[in-house]
């Protein structure tokens, strides 16, 4: 896909911290006579310009510029104070080491007047990035990372973070670390990785000397599976595991995306396994494809080689008859005498009460389920994905 003649943003390539800084800086007005923060945002009637003003208790109102008597209000002045506010705090945030977290400005850390939603901050963050062409992680403004990761025995991953947003006047090992996740342990995927490597290393020596191995990356939606994945099931040794804890966030896309490209993976199969819930076509969509909401930093943020894997619905309502003898052998190991005619009455309880709880979850779509469905076929980007559209027939 040629992306060039559509804007793309990636944070790695940032104007300088003074650049950022004067983009921002246009948006406002300098302070007027008497000392008071005014942003232009639209004109009057009569011509002349309407201002955004904030008084000292910060309460914002709308005035024309020239004439501080005469207020206007309008609806729209909640986005307009916030962004505002916030074009105050990332000019903050270019000077300070280290990058914040969005949740901070939400919950009043960093401005206590802002008084805006988690969602509402990612909102006005992006759109101010858009107007003044930067990404947003060039704000000195970084998301909450959910995804986590889990490697193979032998397999580490070599990332280097940026640790400090304000890179212009230092050198680069003030801001830059290398962080190596190892085998076995739940990490969080870390924020603004500037690259990664994939290395394998060697255990014992001679017949005995083992190299670490990565048969498949398995991306999965919920991190529940975690505690199966380090229970030790030796047919998922030699696997990465990227759980994205539902919609993947901007980190654990990039992430993903720095593996794709990585030579050591590049024969390696990347499946994405789901609960055959609607929305979890869509999480693999923006997974691979990008979403509309943030096409500007698809370059740097889609896995191409993605397969979509299942589970199918055939795959569920088949699930039982497979799942029973393991169902029935727990139950003779769980240490009670059980007769095995008991055991088998439990069984086809269990099979009739599991299979009808299946069909019920697979198709009984609500509301929601059905406009999400619509809403992949007139895209059409998962048309030519064969699974999923043998997957949404079945489901109608």
């Known amino acids: 896909m040629d992306l060039r ?5 990636d944070w790695r390539n940032a104007p300088k911290t003074s650049t950022v800084k004067d983009r921002i800086s246009k948006l406002l007005q300098d302070l007027d006579q008497n000392g008071e923060a005014l942003m232009t945002i639209g004109t009057s009637n009569a011509g002349g310009a309407v201002v955004l003003h904030i008084d000292e208790d910060g309460v914002a109102g709308i005035r024309r510029r020239n004439n501080p008597t005469k207020r206007k209000f309008d609806s729209n ?47 006005i963050m992006n759109d ?8 947003p992680s060039a704000l000195g403004i970084v998301g909450e990372a959910s995804g986590k990761l889990v490697l193979p025995s032998l397999v580490e991953i070599r990332a280097t973070c940026v640790t400090n947003a304000d890179r212009d006047e230092l050198p680069a090992a003030s801001y830059q670390q290398i962080m190596t996740l190892q085998a076995k342990a739940v990490y969080s995927i870390p924020d603004l990785v500037l690259d990664l490597q994939v290395v394998s290393k060697a255990k014992g020596k001679g017949e005995k000397r083992k190299m670490g191995k990565v048969d498949a990356v398995v991306v999965v939606e919920h991190r529940n599976m975690v505690l199966d994945v380090l229970g ?3 047919l998922i040794e030699d696997v990465i595991f990227v759980f994205t804890g539902g919609f993947p966030d901007a980190s654990t896309k990039e992430f993903l995306h720095l593996m794709s490209r990585d030579p050591t993976l590049a024969q390696v199969p990347f499946l994405y396994f789901s609960d055959h819930d609607p929305s979890a076509f869509c999480v693999f969509q923006c997974l691979k494809y990008g979403s509309r909401t943030s096409a500007w930093c698809t370059s740097i943020s889609i896995c191409p080689q993605l397969i979509f894997a299942g589970p199918t619905l055939d795959d569920f309502k088949d699930s039982v008859k497979v799942f029973r003898p393991i169902w029935e052998e727990q139950r003779r190991a769980s240490g009670k ?27 009984e779509l609500t509301k929601k389920d059905k406009e999400i469905l619509v809403s992949i076929d007139r895209l059409g980007w998962l048309a030519h994905e064969d699974l999923i559209s043998a997957e949404i027939t079945k489901m109608r």
């Not at 003649?5 to 943003?9: E, G, S």
């Open 337 to 363: 005498r059980v007769p095995r005619a008991q055991i088998a009455t439990a069984a086809n309880q269990w099979e009739r009460t599991t299979t009808q709880r299946i069909e019920y979850k697979l198709t």
């Open 77 to 123: 002045i909640d986005y307009f104070f916030q962004l505002f506010v916030l074009c105050r705090v990332f000019i903050l945030m270019q000077s300070r080491r280290n990058p914040v977290k969005a949740r901070s400005i939400a919950y009043n850390a960093v401005e206590p007047k802002s008084g805006m939603t988690l969602e509402r901050v990612r909102q």
């Open 128 to 135: 101010l990035a858009l107007t003044i062409k930067v990404h």
């Open 5 to 9: 003649p559509f804007i793309q943003l």
């Open 232 to 234: 030790g099931n030796r």
